[in-house]
């Protein structure tokens, strides 16, 4: 009897916690929106010192190894929103999933975020990474 008084109430409660989560998520976020993108993986820092020249050289697959090495995370540099920091499932295990993309132009359906606060990079939870169709 206790169990069944146990699950009903979890089961009351869940609403309330997805909507907490929710509303904690807008506050820490300016705006979100779910997509898919085009565009270069890729570490901040490397692009800003090599440029968009050099985005697919192999100096800059170089130069995000090494950045890699120092825990600096992957980002995309997309055709329509400029660069994205990946976070969630792709970012773990210092970016597995994703360096074999590194200088390659992708194509990625995910959800965006654009943080709050001065100075911090739009976010991109990466749901599907692929090679672009278009290689351009």
Same mark, same amino acid.
């Given at each position: 009897? !206790? =169990?069944?008084?146990g699950l009903l109430l979890l089961g009351l409660m869940a609403p309330v916690l997805v909507a907490a989560q929710e509303k904690e998520?807008? #506050?820490?976020?300016?705006?979100? &929106? ?6 270069? $993986?890729?570490? !901040?820092?490397?692009? !800003? #010192?090599?440029?968009?020249? &050099?985005?697919? /050289? ?10 890699? #090495? &120092?825990?600096?995370?992957? =980002? ?21 999933? $994703?360096? #074999?993309?590194?200088?390659?132009? $992708? ?9 709050? =606060?001065?100075?911090?990079? !739009?976010?991109?939870?990466?749901? &599907?990474?692929?090679?672009? /169709?278009?290689?351009?």
């Amino acid at each position: 009897m !206790r =169990g069944i008084i146990g699950l009903l109430l979890l089961g009351l409660m869940a609403p309330v916690l997805v909507a907490a989560q929710e509303k904690e998520f807008s #506050k820490n976020y300016i705006e979100v &929106k779910t997509s898919t993108w085009k565009g270069i $993986v890729l570490e !901040r820092s490397c692009f !800003r #010192k090599l440029g968009l020249d &050099k985005a697919r /050289a192999d100096d800059h697959a170089a130069c995000t190894q090494e950045c890699l #090495k &120092k825990g600096q995370p992957l =980002g995309i540099l997309t055709d329509e929103d400029g660069f994205m920091t990946i976070v969630g499932e792709m970012a773990k295990d210092n970016f597995a999933k $994703v360096t #074999k993309y590194i200088g390659k132009r $992708v194509e990625v359906t995910g959800t965006s975020a654009l943080p709050t =606060g001065n100075y911090i990079p !739009r976010q991109i939870d990466v749901t &599907k990474i692929a090679p672009a /169709a278009d290689n351009n």
